[in-house]
């Protein structure tokens, strides 16, 4: 028996088809197991971020919540208010967080729209992140207040939606970045 994907789901299929009395092999195209569940290390101050499975669904019960409470890991309740820590593992205001996210969406989904417009132009070796960082400056030029900051957090925000979507934004090529259905998030 075959289980395409070592993510939290894979290993809970493989594992359940192993107790049934299967054997069972798991194929993961990645070089780790855990699917979006996956972490690093901040340069700047050597915390430890979620870097994909960043929300978790009924707590109630749910082993992943057991595990992150069991290790001490940094939680908010979704209000349905934007969330962002900084690098430091400290929460920004929520006005910053809502501009911050708003200006990553905005940045994100017009980068599918282009790719839908010009894929036939685009260099195959021009990914999201290349646009991305592209369009930061044009959308906090030097005169915003704060602005370094700003465009490091939007890029580091950017960043994550590569562990979202499978594969880091450095490796989605803009050219083929309009197939990304899930961008759209039922839009």
């Not at 290790?71 to 690098?87: A, E, I, N, P, S």
């Not at 592209?134 to 590569?162: F, S």
């Amino acid at each position: 028996m075959g289980v395409i994907g070592a993510g939290v789901s894979g290993l809970r299929c493989a594992g359940l088809l192993k107790q049934l009395g299967f054997k069972v092999t798991v194929i993961e195209g990645r070089d780790r197991y855990g699917g979006r569940v996956s972490q690093q290390r901040m340069p700047r101050t050597g915390n430890t971020v979620d870097m994909g499975a960043n929300w978790i669904h009924g707590t109630t019960g749910n082993p992943i919540n057991d595990i992150a409470v069991e290790t001490g890991t940094r939680q908010r309740h979704l209000d349905g208010k934007t969330v962002v820590f900084d690098d430091k593992g400290d929460v920004l205001p929520l006005l910053q967080s809502s501009f911050l996210v708003s200006l990553t969406w905005d940045i994100l989904m017009d980068g599918l729209r282009y790719s839908g417009l010009h894929s036939a132009e685009i260099n195959k070796g021009e990914s999201l992140l290349d646009y991305v960082r592209r369009q930061i400056p044009e959308r906090l030029p030097d005169t915003a207040e704060g602005y370094e900051e700003k465009r490091k957090l939007v890029l580091q925000m950017a960043e994550t939606w590569g562990a979202y979507v499978g594969s880091h934004v450095r490796e989605q090529s803009m050219k083929f970045l309009w197939l990304e259905d899930c961008l759209g998030g039922g839009q």
